[in-house]
């Protein structure tokens, strides 16, 4: 029997493909990328040798190691009727040991490769009962998760969950219960689409961030899209008006879902800049060595000032 041991990352390349601060300055790109995009797309279409489930080994910086990565259809679709129909890359390629999915993963090497993860004393992720939550929790011990849990609920509050068998943090990010400037680190994964007041999520999350925080998130990215589109807002009465048909995404507290606001484009950096954050940037991601297909896909960063200008 053969025994493979877990190699060193550096011997497997990076997934960082560049950094854009707005639509303007990837739109420059696009006649560099275009030439890159048409390599990857051949590649991924050569390591989709089956529209069936299958897995292939690659790297995953939750474990460290080669593990095998999942590909399947289950969030699948196209994006025309011309088009083949493709898994839904971020949501699709899992790691069979940790459990942790492309996104997932990817926004675990950001912080492996970019962040200084010593000096990261106290940190939040809007996550508790996921896989994710258990990886960082083991790379930042002090990290302190929470989810959603209704509107009937005070930030701050643990609620036991029968799903789960456990007490749950509830926290409501318009509305925190954590005092300013406590986290040196906040984290969200596919959140923000589905809080109508984001912009208010924004500056609760600048609060809490001390001086030089950092907050990294994912959303569902449109990056065609100069301006967010809107889906669904809410009437006066507390009744959702749908703008849009309605698109529900998958929750893990509740089987019903979530109902997703808005659809966003690339003025998200300047919604951030707005609120205070001295830096907001997109980082691109792919690299099927490490288990990430597609693209463009992007981690989200932005930085709290380490001073803050006083009017």
Same mark, same amino acid.
């Given at each position: 029997m053969m025994i493979v041991r877990a190699l060193p990352q550096r011997f497997f390349p990076s997934i960082w493909m560049g950094e854009f601060r707005s639509k303007v300055e990837f739109d420059r790109s696009l006649f560099q990328l275009a030439p890159a995009f048409s390599v990857y797309d051949w590649i991924d279409d050569r390591?989709? =040798?089956?529209?069936?489930? =299958?897995?292939?080994?690659?790297?995953?910086?939750?474990? #460290?190691?080669?593990?095998?990565?999942?590909? %399947?259809?289950?969030? !699948? !679709?196209?994006?025309?009727?011309?088009?083949?129909? $493709?898994?839904?890359?971020? #949501?699709?390629?899992?790691?069979?040991?940790?459990?942790?999915?492309?996104r997932m993963r990817a926004l675990i090497d950001f912080l492996r490769v970019r962040c200084n993860l010593k000096n990261i004393k106290n940190a939040f992720i809007a996550e508790q009962v996921t896989p994710l939550y258990q990886v960082l929790k083991r790379i930042i011990p002090s990290v302190i998760g929470? #989810?959603?849990?209704?509107?009937?609920?005070?930030?701050?509050?643990?609620?036991?969950?029968?799903?789960? /068998?456990?007490?749950?943090? $509830? #926290?409501?990010?318009?509305?925190?219960? =954590?005092? %300013?400037?406590?986290?040196?680190?906040v984290i969200t994964l596919d959140v923000f689409e589905h809080i109508p007041n984001y912009r208010t999520a924004f500056a609760e999350i600048y609060r809490i961030l001390r001086l030089g925080g950092l907050l990294v998130f994912t959303i569902p990215f449109f990056y065609e899209q100069e301006t967010t589109r809107i889906r669904a807002v809410f009437n006066s009465d507390g009744t959702i008006n749908h703008l849009l048909p309605p698109?529900? $995404?998958?929750?893990?507290?509740? !089987?019903?879902?979530?109902?997703?606001?808005?659809? =966003?484009?690339?003025?998200? /950096?300047?919604? /951030?800049?707005k609120i205070g954050f001295a830096d907001a940037c997109a980082a691109l991601y792919w690299g099927p060595w490490q288990g990430h297909l597609g693209y463009p896909f992007f981690v989200f960063y932005a930085i709290k000032p380490k001073t803050v200008q006083r009017g």
């Open positions: 390591v989709l =040798f089956s529209r069936h489930r =299958f897995t292939y080994p690659a790297y995953c910086s939750a474990c #460290e190691q080669v593990t095998q990565m999942r590909i %399947d259809w289950l969030f !699948g !679709g196209c994006s025309s009727t011309r088009s083949s129909v $493709h898994p839904a890359w971020t #949501e699709t390629c899992i790691c069979q040991k940790c459990g942790l999915n492309s929470s #989810e959603y849990l209704g509107p009937g609920h005070k930030s701050g509050k643990r609620v036991f969950n029968w799903r789960y /068998l456990q007490y749950i943090r $509830h #926290e409501d990010l318009t509305n925190l219960s =954590f005092p %300013d400037c406590q986290f040196d680190l698109e529900i $995404h998958g929750n893990p507290i509740s !089987g019903r879902g979530s109902l997703c606001f808005q659809n =966003f484009g690339w003025d998200i /950096l300047d919604e /951030l800049r």
